[in-house]
């Protein structure tokens, strides 16, 4: 040691940090093993996904008066689905712990599961949207469009639930890895729908010739929502692969709150709350010509 009282060698540098990165990780790992931060970082995953749902709920009803002659439009489906799923993870962190001694285990699974599926099926509404504007600027027919969004949700939907089964007939861990690689697989389907569509509708609104402030503005949030929602499900999907790999990595345990509060965030929590807020403008009173209705 140096007369400073810095360390003087290589071998006492490394020493230090090695001192420094264990109480680092022993403060991970308090944490972790805490019942109280347990409690607390749950409820506040609890109370985000409350906002985000009630900000949904509210945005809904703001439309829903704005255009009440209009059906259930694909915005309208878009919040509702929004705040149910928001909502059901507000719940489902209220009762974690509860829900972490619910048997048989495959019930816990649902329980958590359940809200990732209806996610996909919320922000794959947002790519069937792009789809059909995009098609219909290009004069193509977009008849194929909704059964195709249908049927993919129905096969993502029966695959999941056929896991399911089997993994409750007999519990076997390699099953259990291919259901969170399944989401993976999806989560990666999602992002690249999202980079297909939501940068072709970028591309082709760069093209107009007549420059506006509501053609910048569309730009904008096709451009904004495209970036995020690609982001999201890549995330999901890299930490869903880790998640099924590795134990360190598991998400439906207790005592990793650090993990949960940091992917939920990441994937779900902040997405959703960055879309509504781009995409809070009500559609106008009359002369609707992009507001499409879901039949």
Request: proline share 4%; aromatic share 14%; with cysteine.
């Amino acid at each position: 040691m140096g007369n400073n009282g810095t360390p003087s060698t290589a071998a006492e540098v490394m020493a230090v940090a090695a001192v420094e990165l264990l109480n680092a990780n022993t403060w991970w790992q308090d944490i972790n093993e805490s019942p109280a931060w347990q409690d607390r970082i749950f409820y506040t995953l609890a109370v985000l996904y409350g906002i985000v749902a009630t900000v949904a709920l509210v945005q809904l009803v703001r439309i829903q008066l704005r255009v009440p002659e209009y059906g259930w439009t694909t915005q309208k489906v878009f919040h509702f689905l929004n705040s149910m799923v928001n909502g059901v993870r507000c719940f489902v962190f209220i009762f974690f712990r509860k829900v972490q001694r619910l048997k048989p285990e495959i019930v816990q699974h649902i329980l958590l599961d359940v809200p990732s599926l209806a996610f996909f099926t919320t922000y794959a509404l947002l790519v069937l949207f792009w789809a059909e504007i995009y098609y219909q600027a290009r004069a193509v027919s977009t008849d194929g469009l909704k059964p195709s969004f249908y049927t993919i949700n129905i096969v993502v939907y029966a695959i999941q639930i056929t896991l399911w089964l089997i993994l409750w007939w007999k519990p076997v861990s390699v099953l259990l890895i291919l259901s969170k690689m399944f989401f993976a697989g999806v989560s990666l389907f999602a992002a690249l729908g999202f980079l297909l569509y939501g940068g072709r509708l970028f591309l082709m609104l760069q093209r107009f010739p007549v420059e506006s402030k509501g053609r910048r503005k569309k730009l904008q949030e096709v451009g904004y929502v495209t970036t995020i929602c690609f982001l999201c499900f890549l995330v999901r999907c890299i930490m869903m692969c880790f998640n099924a790999l590795d134990k360190n990595a598991d998400l439906n345990v207790l005592d990793h709150p650090i993990l949960n509060f940091i992917y939920y965030l990441l994937v779900e929590i902040l997405p959703s709350s960055l879309v509504l807020f781009i995409l809070r403008k009500l559609p106008p009173k009359r002369g609707i010509t992009q507001y499409h209705p879901i039949r």
